[in-house]
């Protein structure tokens, strides 16, 4: 009978724990459930392009130029003849992987800035607040386009151009997470016992931020994927004959009359995938945002 109840409580330690409790109310959330559905399929399309992707998406065919969807060519072909649905299997890769890494960037820059500005006030708090507002001046796409048109055109300059304009909004949250933390009894209490401060931020101050910055990542990396998108539908991002979804856009406007599979099934995979991160983004914040309750 002792093992038993042992056993009993021991499961229900387990199951509340925060990480099983999250999965399972996410699990509950209908709207998370499908996007999360969803965005493991692109996740597992992106892991498994060379597995999935039928041929070669760089090599070029003429003789199957402007090929319209069928068995052979599942989305058609471009007017080099190269498959489109090879192509935008390996778009998923890398588009994903572009969305990932700005978002990477902006948390590695903001979320410092934000935790000094909040903790140390003063002159600092100041003066990171101020050069914030100076990125919050531009419109996002536009200080985008401003950066790499100073760095030049490539999917690597895209990427650190997108993840500098979203700098600000993490910056912004955390500062103001800090601020409410800096006055709580238990910063204090280990500030009274000596605490260093890089031991007290790490240990008391950014666990209790992270929740926050988990929403705003997973909902800025389809702004990234979107923004990157376009940025390389204007001809400053992935530059041919790199298969990222935007160039692939960009390359088939001028066939939308002729060839509307080259437009459709890359535009069909943008929404798709930012549909799918904006629900389960959605789900993490109903989740993680302690208002809402259960």
Not at 216 to 227: E, R
Not at 281 to 292: E, F, K, N, S, V
């Amino acid at each position: 009978m002792h093992i038993s109840i042992r056993g009993f409580a021991t499961a229900r330690s387990l199951a509340a724990l925060p990480g099983l409790q999250a999965i399972r109310r996410l699990s509950q959330n209908a709207g998370a459930s499908a996007g999360g559905i969803l965005l493991v399929a692109l996740l597992a399309v992106a892991a498994l392009a060379p597995v999935l992707a039928p041929r070669d998406p760089l090599k070029i065919s003429p003789q199957y130029s402007l090929t319209p969807p069928g068995r052979e060519f599942l989305f058609g072909t471009d007017q080099f003849g190269r498959d489109q649905f090879s192509r935008v299997v390996w778009g998923a890769r890398i588009s994903l992987r572009v969305g990932v890494i700005a978002v990477l960037i902006s948390v590695g820059a903001g979320v410092p800035l934000g935790v000094a500005a909040g903790y140390y006030g003063g002159w600092l708090d100041l003066a990171v607040m101020r050069l914030i507002d100076l990125m919050l001046a531009f419109p996002g796409i536009l200080l985008a386009l401003v950066i790499v048109s100073i760095l030049g055109p490539g999917l690597n300059n895209v990427m650190l151009a997108v993840g500098i304009y979203g700098i600000p909004s993490y910056a912004r949250v955390v500062r103001g997470s800090v601020l409410v933390l800096r006055g709580q009894p238990f910063v204090e209490a280990a500030q009274a016992i000596g605490c260093g401060v890089s031991r007290l931020v790490a240990r008391h101050v950014l666990p209790n931020v992270v929740a926050p910055i988990i929403v705003l990542s997973s909902l800025n990396v389809a702004g990234a994927i979107l923004t990157s998108a376009a940025l390389s539908f204007l001809g400053l991002g992935a530059q041919p004959p790199t298969p990222e979804w935007g160039a692939l856009l960009n390359a088939g406007r001028d066939w939308v009359r002729e060839a509307w599979w080259l437009t459709t099934f890359p535009g069909m995979a943008i929404m798709i995938t930012v549909l799918a991160i904006n629900m389960v983004g959605d789900g993490l914040r109903d989740i993680l945002d302690p208002q809402l309750g259960e």
